[in-house]
Structure formats: C-alpha cells, structure tokens
C-alpha cells in the first residue's frame, strides 16, 4: 500500500468498518438536530482509515464507549490514535504524538516510488457548529512529517494541506475565505496540525474566515482535555513523594493526590468513599492519606473503629478500582490533563481513555466500576472511552455504547 491520501470531502459522516455497535438499553438520547447542538464540542467519531491493524474503520463515540474485542482486534491501537489525535489538537509536535511511528503503519503497506510509507487517521467533532470532521495523513518513513490534512463541515472543505516539496519542511495549505478570494494561501509547518495553528493564521475578517476559525476552534477543544489512564498496581503500593497533587496516567501518585483533594470538597469525597467501600471488601469508613516521613505520603482505607489499611495491602483489581474511581470523580483541575486554559470550564468536557478498564476486577467489582461511569458520563462533563475484552457482563447497565471488533 501506497502512503494514504485523504479522500474527498463527505457530505455526511457514514463508517465502513468491521466493528458492530450496540448502544445498550437506556442508552442515553441522540445529540444531534433533535435535540439541538451541543454546546461542548466532543468526539462522535474516531476514523482509522489506515492505521495499524485497522482499515477503512470508522468507531462512533458516545459519552460512554466501550471497545470489545478479543487480544489483536485492535482496541489498545484505537485508543493510542484518540492519544495522538488530542496531543496533536494541544499543539504537539508529531514526534510526540507519535514516538514509534513505525508501529502506527499497516502491515502490509507498501512503499510508493518515493520508498515513502505512512497512516491515516481522523475524527469528527460536534458541537455548536454541528459535526466537523478531520483527517490526517503522516508519513512515517522515511521521516516524520504531515503530508495531508483536511478540516470539513457540511461537505464544504475549511482548510487543506499538501506535501508539494518534499525537500521543505513545510506543507502549501489554503483554508476557505469566502471573499474575493475564495481561498488564501500560506505554508504551514509539517510537523504540528495545521487546524491548531489556524487561529495563528487567520484573520478572521470575512464570513468565510470566522467560520473556519470557528470550526477548528470547536475541533481543538473536543480533542483536548484527554487524560489516558492505565491504574498500574505495583506502582501505587509504596509510599509516594508529595509532589504537585496532579494525578498520573498509571496512577502511581495515588496517595499525593488523596493527601491534597481529601479535604477539598466534602460532597466528591462523600461519592469517592461511597464508591470504594461498593467495590472493596470489607468496611470502608472513609480513604486517607497522611505524611510517612522523609517528604513522603502514604494512602489508607479507615474501617472504623479506628483501624485503618494502608492502600499497598489491596488486590490489584481493588486498587485498579479506586484510581478509576477517583478518575471519575474529580476533573481536569487535579488529573494530569492538556485543558484549553483559554475555555470556561462550563463548556469543557473531560475524555478518560481506559485501556483494560475491568483489568483484574472481579464481576462485581467491574459492575460497580460500570454503574459508577454510566453515572458521571450521563451529566455531560465527562465521556469515557475503555477497552474490554469481553463485554456480555454490560448487559443491563443503561447509558453504554459498545463498539464490537473484530481481528480481521
């Protein structure tokens, strides 16, 4: 296969795929015309046109999504591409998004003449200027670098970006004016996204402008505030250094970020100890944190009567449980997350990735975990996309889409 380039510009958003869908019962309602538009931007879908194991796969999103599959079917990938996709709406540059480009590249894909050989991915974003959708094409061999871009809305293309010189690091992109000149012209760099640098770019003095603006304005904000969560037990066991309070991806900050927030609000501490003692065995009076001495902080479950259980001693599924727990429930002030400073927080939404989110737990634990989401995700400040490698216990939780995969 040839390095991929972007396909013509959609007049609506339909998936091939070799996934299935299936929203469970209750699911929440549709966001679409009926209802209005949404007033926080948010992913509705993640395209993997070519990228890794999947082709011409296109997943539809909901506040809450869970990606069945069996090993090798391609949910650990989909999520690193939502990873990249977001870390590339903050501005990063490609190497960061994209630190083992090789691995994002198909198998089987080819190299074209110019012994190039790249992915392709994309998204559409809803929100108050309806669904815009974003594809990108990168070359992974034989360097790094964008080689096409395309930001669209209503079947009208915003901007779009080309490779013409390979020896430049620059891609030509023309973004829609609408005026008396119907596009303008201009390099942009081909190591960052084109749609984050256009506010940098464009002015804004025509209809046209302010459209596009306002369409990459509502892409980047639905794609940051990502917080990619992977709780890894052996590293929330031991005592931790008090540090800035912000909570890791692998959670191994645990207990410096009980020792801050503890305290902060009484109504998310009263859900966060409400939630733990539904998943831990035994009594839960409450979950603390306290010093240890040398600049160190250790977490505690209180079973009352003034017996307490330091956090190391719990399952790995019991303490898998309580980082996610705690996840859920705070927001991006204490979770080690790329919030677009410069939007109220009334028209932000927090997306939790969570790869193996029922990972160790036992059924009744993941049930809990499975309610508790459905919860938060139902009030629109939060969506939450998790892997699974089976889904049949989801049945009967209502507010849950499940994305089904296939290996081939």
Known sequence: MTLPRLSPPPTSSPSSSPASVAPSAGASPGEGAAQGRPDRPHLTELLLSAFAGHRNTGLPLGPFTLLAGASGSGKTSALRAYEALARLGGGAELGEAF?????CVPERA????????????????DGPEGPVRL??????????????????????VLLETALRDPRRRTVQAAWHTAGATPVTRGPLPDDRLGTALLPLRVAGRTPGERRVLAAAEQMVVALRSVFACDPRPDGMRDPVPSGTGRLLGDCGNLADVLWRTHAECAIRYGLLVSAVRAGC??????????PYGGGLVRALLD???GIRTELGRLGDGELRYVALALVLL??????EVDAPGEVPAALQTLTVLADGLDRGMDPHQRVEMLRLAARMCERGHIRLVGSVSDASWVAGVGGVTVVHLDRD
């Open 99 to 103: 630190p083992e480009p090789d691995a």
């Open 110 to 125: 080819r190299a074209d003449a110019q012994d190039r050989r790249g992915f392709r991915i994309g998204c559409t974003a």
């Open 135 to 156: 594809e990108v094409a990168v070359q992974a061999e034989p360097g790094l670098r964008i080689v096409g871009e395309r930001l669209t809305a209503d079947g009208v």
């Open 281 to 290: 065995a035994g009594p839960v009076a409450g979950l603390l944190a306290e």
């Open 303 to 305: 079973r009352g009567d």
């Open 330 to 335: 705070t927001g991006p002030g204490v979770l």
